[in-house]
């Protein structure tokens, strides 16, 4: 009966240490825009220590798994703004995508952000447009 109080007392300190590493690395939420052709991610930081990357996750609607589509590996530093840039949204029909951020920092499971949702509409010429210029690349 000791040996379980510990071993729960212990597990509840875990959980409690990992929803705290997210706190004190990302600020709040990350937001999500789309400007018609891209979509731009942004968070902001707090402490970065023990930090190695931020790994960007995309699902296209409300459900599924979240793929990686970004890896941010030049760190700034505490209290520091980043920017992804999801250039392949345009190569999709409109619709609604979910990004999080995944905190590589030698935790297992890593530490993630909310989810934030973001409505983009792209249009068929830009689709088009980089569809042809994929083919001379």
């Keep these: 009966m000791k040996r379980l109080k510990g071993f729960a007392a212990f597990a509840l300190l875990l959980v409690f240490s990992i929803s705290t590493a997210l706190a004190i690395v990302i600020k709040g939420k990350p937001t999500a825009q789309s400007n018609g052709s891209d979509i731009i991610v942004r968070w902001e930081t707090a402490d970065e220590t023990g930090v190695q990357r931020f790994e960007v996750l995309r699902r296209a609607g409300w459900t599924g798994d979240f793929l990686v589509i970004g890896v ?4 700034r530093g505490n209290n520091s703004q980043y920017e992804y840039v999801d250039k392949s949204a345009f190569k999709s029909s409109s ?5 999080k951020i995944r905190i590589i920092n030698g935790q297992n499971p890593a530490p993630e952000t909310d989810v934030v949702t973001v409505s983009h509409i792209s249009s068929a010429a ?3 447009w980089g569809s042809i210029k994929a083919m001379f690349r």
Excluded: N, W
């Excluded at 941010?72 to 760190?75: C, E, T």
């Design 72 to 75: 941010v590996d030049q760190l």
């Design 95 to 99: 619709g609604v995508y979910q990004y």
């Design 126 to 128: 830009k689709r088009t």
